[in-house]
């Protein structure tokens, strides 16, 4: 397994080829077009660059960037010349409403127009005919894993592991091993389990939080909360999860993360200074709190904050919620405590890809809700790790912040964070965001 390239990468790499030619033939078609005699006319670059990023936006959101329109070369040309329809549409729509048209000519749009759609067509058909003909095992990286049944398949490149050789086993009262499954689904897109019957339940929860198509190998039906059938090899399957975002929703929520971040970062490098000189003097201890909290596909990772308690009462196995009045906390850490400034330190956390702005707060291994641990109230709590963990969400803008005192207290943010994961869309990251400011200082906030 170790050494291949996981073919996510090769997708990626093909997008960005693909984003380049697009890019090729919106520019360099008309600009062809006005060197050649008799169909001569004058080529507006400022124009015909303003339209690529209107045309990237509505092809991004189109599917004209998605495994689909690599796979099929139809769907590719459909799509991306539908888009480039729509933009020029949308380009035309300004130059009326700034009441520019008598300054740009017809026949030039028109050539272009024609120019740059055959262009686009021809350049996508032969480039996804090149990718079906040089990606016949396709461009989803597989795995599969056996549970105690040998699967039927026949002989192919794709992996297949013994679960025990690798010390997997579908118990969702081990955080360490969904650490190690988390860690071993990062490699792969699908995940195929080869399992006896008795365990193909825990396997399809085990699944539904890891960031994968994961599937059971089934020779028969039976009742694993399956989303769907398919097939693999000649072999039935029922699909019992997938990735709650295709690729270019990734690349979408990723960009959106950067974008603000990166000023972000840079703007408030002042006010972090001085808050890190204010922990030190306080009580002369470490500036940062770390401590291991569950990510994407239920890998652990360490969480950056400003340290807000006492050295020496650090808890980093989070079984104790900070409460009101807490005696652990010191002076200056019950200020960036009551004002969320604490929580500074984890934009560096999504600039190194560990979270999102906006996802399903990461918590501790040791949180409780009440008496029990948070798996131990609903084993529904794994799948909200299908997506990375933000620094805000939905359920804090909601108002559920603050210890987790009885089970309720976590039920209300897993319907929350569900609700999130299952209805994705980067609109609704940009209105968390937006309405996170009027929760920044809040009465649960200490």
Request: a positive charge.
């Amino acid at each position: 397994m170790r050494g291949r390239l996981p073919k996510r990468v090769i997708g990626y790499f093909l997008f960005s080829v693909l984003l380049l030619l697009d890019i090729i033939a919106l520019l360099g078609a008309p600009a062809i077009l006005s060197l050649i005699e008799p169909f001569r006319v004058r080529y507006d670059f400022l124009l015909g660059t303003a339209a690529i990023p209107v045309y990237v936006i509505i092809a991004a959101n189109s599917g004209a960037y998605s495994i689909k329109a690599l796979k099929k070369p139809i769907e590719s040309v459909r799509s991306s010349v539908t888009s480039l329809v729509a933009s020029q549409l949308a380009i035309l729509a300004v130059i009326f409403f700034l009441k520019q048209a008598e300054e740009v000519s017809r026949l030039s749009l028109g050539l272009s127009a024609i120019s740059m759609i055959g262009t686009l067509a021809c350049a996508r058909a032969v480039f996804g005919r090149y990718v079906h003909n040089a990606m016949q095992d396709g461009l989803v990286h597989a795995l599969v894993l056996i549970d105690g049944v040998l699967p039927d398949l026949p002989e192919m490149d794709v992996p297949m592991v013994d679960a025990d050789s690798l010390g997997l086993k579908p118990d969702l009262n081990d955080p360490q091993m969904l650490h190690l499954f988390g860690t071993l689904a990062k490699s792969f897109d699908r995940i195929l389990v080869s399992s006896v019957p008795e365990r193909q339940a825990e396997w399809s929860l085990l699944l539904k939080g890891a960031n994968v198509e994961g599937e059971i190998l089934l020779a028969e039906s039976n009742s694993v909360g399956a989303i769907g059938f398919g097939t693999y090899q000649g072999r039935q399957t029922l699909l019992v999860s997938q990735k709650p975002l295709n690729m270019a929703n990734r690349a979408k929520k990723r960009a959106l993360d950067l974008a603000l971040t990166v000023p972000l970062v840079i703007f408030l490098l002042p006010l972090m200074a001085l808050l890190a000189l204010a922990i030190k003097v306080d009580d002369g201890g470490p500036i940062l709190f770390k401590q291991a909290r569950i990510g994407r596909g239920n890998c652990q990772f360490k969480v950056l904050k400003f340290r807000s308690m006492r050295a020496d009462s650090a808890d980093l196995s989070g079984n104790r919620s900070a409460m009101r009045d807490d005696i652990r906390v010191t002076r200056i850490g019950r200020f960036i405590r009551a004002t969320s400034l604490d929580e500074l330190p984890q934009l560096f956390n999504v600039l190194a890809g560990d979270m999102s702005l906006v996802g399903p707060r990461p918590h501790a291994l040791g949180s409780l809700a009440g008496e029990r641990l948070f798996w131990e109230v609903d084993q529904m709590y794994w799948h909200r790790h299908q997506l990375k963990p933000g620094i805000t969400g939905l359920a804090q803008v909601r108002g559920y912040r603050g210890p987790t005192l009885q089970m309720s207290d976590l039920t209300d943010r897993l319907q929350a964070d569900m609700e999130y994961v299952q209805g994705w869309d980067i609109w609704r990251d940009i209105s968390i965001l937006l309405q996170t400011f009027r929760v920044v200082i809040h009465k649960n906030a200490f």
